[in-house]
Structure formats: structure tokens, C-alpha cells
């Protein structure tokens, strides 16, 4: 458990192998109730590569001293991604 905001990560190594890569990650908001949007990509056994880009949004609680993930909403790809952007750029413009 990540005791600062900075130590906060979604990468994730099983069996020697980095599962999840983060690629990039930029925190939207800080204090007790943080906020971490990630860019990563995840590993495909099956091909032996890393498959596309995705995008998470997390939220982070800190109790106790560590910080622990209350919510989740994934951006599976690209295309949902650049849709997400065009609506909320429609309505805070």
C-alpha cells in the first residue's frame, strides 16, 4: 500500500513478467481523496507482446496512513478515449 500520493501505481508484475506498464500518469487531485488518471498497456500472454494502450481513472482514499483505491473507471481504447475527450470538451467549453 502506497503511504504518498507518489508512490501510488497500478503496475503489476506476476511470475517476473510486468503485467500492467504504466506508460505515463497524471494526478487530478490531491489531499485525503486523490485522483490518478494512468496511461498504461497490459501484457497479452498470447502474443507475447503488449496489447494497445488503455487509460484508467482512479480514486484513492487515504485512511490509516495509506492510501487504498476506492473507485475505478477504465478507457478500454483509443477510440472511447478520443469520445470521452470530444464530450467534455463539448461541455465545459
Known amino acids: 500500500?502506497?503511504?504518498?500520493?507518489?508512490?501510488?501505481?497500478?503496475?503489476?508484475?506476476?511470475?517476473?513478467?510486468?503485467?500492467t506498464k504504466v506508460l505515463d500518469q497524471e494526478v487530478l487531485t490531491r489531499g485525503a481523496w486523490t485522483?490518478?488518471?494512468?496511461?498504461?498497456q497490459s501484457?497479452?500472454?498470447?502474443?507475447?507482446?503488449y496489447g494497445p494502450e488503455a487509460y484508467s481513472i482512479r480514486r484513492y482514499q487515504k485512511?490509516?496512513?495509506?492510501?487504498?483505491?476506492?473507485?475505478?473507471?477504465?478507457?478500454s481504447n483509443a477510440d472511447?478515449?478520443?469520445k470521452l475527450i470530444e464530450i467534455l470538451t463539448r461541455w465545459v467549453a
Request: proline share 0%; net charge neutral; hydrophobic share 40%.
Open 63 to 75: 485512511k490509516g496512513g495509506a492510501y487504498m483505491q476506492r473507485s475505478k473507471f477504465n478507457i
Open 35 to 40: 485522483t490518478i488518471i494512468f496511461r498504461y
Open 43 to 49: 501484457w497479452n500472454e498470447t502474443k507475447q507482446a
Open 1 to 19: 500500500m502506497a503511504e504518498t500520493i507518489d508512490e501510488i501505481t497500478i503496475e503489476y508484475t506476476d511470475g517476473g513478467v510486468l503485467v
Open 80 to 82: 472511447q478515449a478520443k
